[in-house]
């Protein structure tokens, strides 16, 4: 059976990372590369099939389980082997266990919401960086957008983080029917998102040393519940999240 999270990550976010450095000139190919936050390892997977780089490491603050991503790699018809310059380290919350200047490109997927002091890792990426690297980074949702909440399973019409306290947010969780370890563990994700926007970003990668070349805000057209447009930004509520490369 294809799964979905395998393929979203596999194929289309590894594709998008690919076309994204593509189109600024960035060619993989030979790079030394790193992945902060790079969890079950699949766009990386999916990265290294698309071009053959010098080195690629995965960093996460949970090892990266290798057996299971080949498991499931395999179960999804996927037969290429891991390549040899793909390899997953563990790192710390501020920490990169790196040297000074050693990769040529540092990636980012869908991890920043999750960092609690992002300019301290950011110019942690600085430091591993080469002087002439270049660093990706997406970031979606962020908080105040329609699904910032991280809950769409539970909330599907988004906002949910906007209108309500927490206590009920988790209330209406329990009442479902999804499985209870589930429900902790996306609700442990809930309480630790931090409410970074597109601008607080912006600012932290200046004062981090560094300066965006290329920038693509993602958003989509969303129903906003009346109260929300009195009390939040325009720009909050319709910017879902971005990318962008910086060096």
């Known amino acids: 059976m294809r799964d979905e999270w395998f393929w979203s990550h596999y194929e289309w976010a590894a594709s998008e ?43 996460d603050l949970n090892p990266t389980n290798t057996n ?8 999804q018809g996927v037969t290429a082997p891991v390549p040899p310059f793909l390899r997953f380290e563990q790192s710390t919350a501020t920490e990169i266990p790196a040297d000074d200047n050693h990769f040529d490109l540092v990636v980012s997927w869908s991890a920043f919401e999750h960092i609690s002091d992002i300019l301290g890792v950011l110019k942690e ?10 660093f990706f980074c997406q970031v979606w949702p962020l908080y105040g957008s ?27 969780m329990d009442e479902s029917l999804a499985d209870k370890n589930e429900i902790e563990r996306m609700w442990s994700e809930y309480l630790t998102l931090n409410r970074i926007t ?20 993602l958003s989509h057209t969303v129903l906003l519940p009346t109260p929300l447009s009195r009390n939040h930004k325009l720009s909050s509520l319709g910017i879902a999240g971005f990318k962008l490369l910086a060096r």
């Open 125 to 134: 990426i600085r430091r591993v960086l080469k002087p002439e690297g270049v």
């Open 17 to 59: 990372v690919h076309e994204f450095l593509g189109s600024a000139g960035v060619l993989l190919q030979g790079l030394s590369v790193a992945d902060i936050g790079c969890g079950d390892g699949i766009i990386d997977l999916g990265i290294s099939h698309l071009a053959e780089c010098g080195e690629f490491v995965g960093y």
């Open 146 to 172: 329609q699904h910032g909440s991280h809950l769409e399973r539970w909330y599907p019409d988004g906002f949910i983080q906007l209108l309500e306290e927490p206590a009920a947010i988790r209330a209406g």
């Open 198 to 217: 597109l601008d607080d970003f912006g600012t932290a990668l200046t004062d981090a040393g560094f300066d965006v070349l290329k920038l693509e805000i």
């Open 68 to 75: 299971y991503l080949r498991e499931f790699a395999d179960a």
